[in-house]
Every structure is written in C-alpha cells, then in structure tokens.
T-cell receptor
Framework: GQNIDQPTEMTATEGAIVQINCTYQ??????LFWYQQHAGEAPTFLSY??LDGLEEKGRFSSFLSRSKGYSYLLLKELQMKDSASYLC??????????WGAGTKLIIKP | ETGVTQTPRHLVMGMTNKKSLKCEQH?????MYWYKQSAKKPLELMFV???????ENNSVPSRFSPECPNSSHLFLHLHTLQPEDSALYLC???????????????FGPGTRLTVT
C-alpha cells in the first residue's frame, strides 16, 4: 500500500528553527509537495521537490532524498503566524497526490 | 473573483435531505478534484475530472454524485447522507497531468458539512 508518515504535532518557539519530517512509500514518484493549512482555511502550496537536494524559498526550505523516501520542511525565524498544519503529499506514478495526515505546528512566544 | 471558490461555506443537513456543493475555479486549469478532510486523517481524494471527464472515482458511496459541466465548474450532489459523512469538503484544481506540469493543486476554502 501507499503510505506517508509525518509527526502528528510539534511545538517550537518564536524565532527558532523547526524541521518537519516526512517519509513515504508510494507506487512511483513524480514529486513531493508541502502545503500549509491554517485552521479553518484551505491548504496553500509551499514547495515542490522532484530532484534530490535542498530548495530554499525565503524562510522555508524543503529537502528531498528519493533513495531514502524522505523529505523535510525547514522553517527558520519562526513567527506566530507559522502556527498551522503542514501537509506532505507525494505525486505517484498515476499523477495522483497521496497525502499525509499533516503535522500541527504550535509556536509559543 | 480569483482562485478557487466554494459555496456554501457551511452546511447542516438532515439524513433525508438533498443538497449540492459548488466549486468554481478562475485559474484556467483543466483538472478539478473533490477531497474529503476529516480530523487528524489524510485528505481523501473522492473524484477527479480532467477536461470535464471523470477519471477517478475512489470507491466513493453513491450518495455522493459529482457533476462537471465545464472545466471551470464542479458540483457535488449529496443525498441520504450519514452522520459519518460530516467533514470538510475541499475542491481543488490544477493543470492536467498530460501538460507535463506544474502539478500543484490550488484549493478552495472548503464546505464544512454537518449531517444530523
């Protein structure tokens, strides 16, 4: 079966750095996405990785290792507004998105 | 109006009611999706339409009936639902996968459905 694993909840301090991990086992791979979802709102696209390595986009970076079936989302200089759920999703061989259950990130002052 | 819109935002219905959810995208995409989101569970893909044609139906009960009259509009018709169908229903759109990318999906704000 297809499976995406990520921690259920994480807590971090304002101004700090946090890394949210995602591991996957899917039938085929056409890229990995990270989305942010604030409570009561739609998921919004953060990043897409299809090749190994680190992609940096402002305070957010995303890393992929296809051989390990592993990705992480790195958030720097955390702000209170970063409190949200972060969803990992893999595009499988049929170009369907397989979703993780999301990681709820709580930022404390 | 930009992006992906959904109406209504909230819906309470009895088990014998019939209602419809509406989604509209203004992004020029050719693929549209219905997802169900329940608390602490992964997003569940329900239906996929590419160029108005249904390409995926992930074992969804027949009490959910999708309709896609054109590439910009998507409906989800609901009838004789069960309390366990209470969830957030999200619509999304993207370029069709034959286009070679980009593949990211853009979501509407969702309809919070409560079945009593």
């Amino acid at each position: 079966g297809q499976n995406i694993d990520q921690p259920t909840e994480m807590t971090a301090t304002e101004g700090a750095i946090v890394q949210i991990n995602c591991t996957y086992q899917t039938s085929g791979f056409n890229g990995l996405f990270w989305y942010q979802q604030h409570a009561g709102e739609a998921p919004t696209f953060l990043s897409y990785n299809v090749l190994d390595g680190l992609e940096e986009k402002g305070r957010f970076s995303s890393f992929l290792s296809r051989s390990k079936g592993y990705s992480y989302l790195l958030l720097k200089e955390l702000q209170m507004k970063d409190s949200a759920s972060y969803l990992c999703a893999v595009l499988d061989s049929n170009y369907q998105l397989i979703w993780g259950a999301g990681t709820k990130l709580i930022i404390k002052p | 109006e930009t992006g992906v819109t959904q109406t209504p935002r909230h819906l309470v219905m009895g088990m014998t009611n019939k209602k419809s959810l509406k989604c509209e995208q203004h992004l020029g995409h050719n693929a549209m999706y219905w997802y169900k989101q329940s608390a602490k569970k992964p997003l569940e893909l329900m239906f996929v339409y590419n160029f108005k044609e249904q390409t995926e139906n992930n074992s969804v009960p027949s009490r959910f009936s999708p309709e896609c009259p054109n590439s910009s509009h998507l409906f989800l018709h609901l009838h004789t639902l069960q309390p366990e169908d209470s969830a957030l229903y999200l619509c999304a759109s993207s370029q069709d996968t034959s286009a070679g990318g980009p593949y990211e999906q853009y979501f509407g704000p969702g309809t919070r459905l409560t079945v009593t």
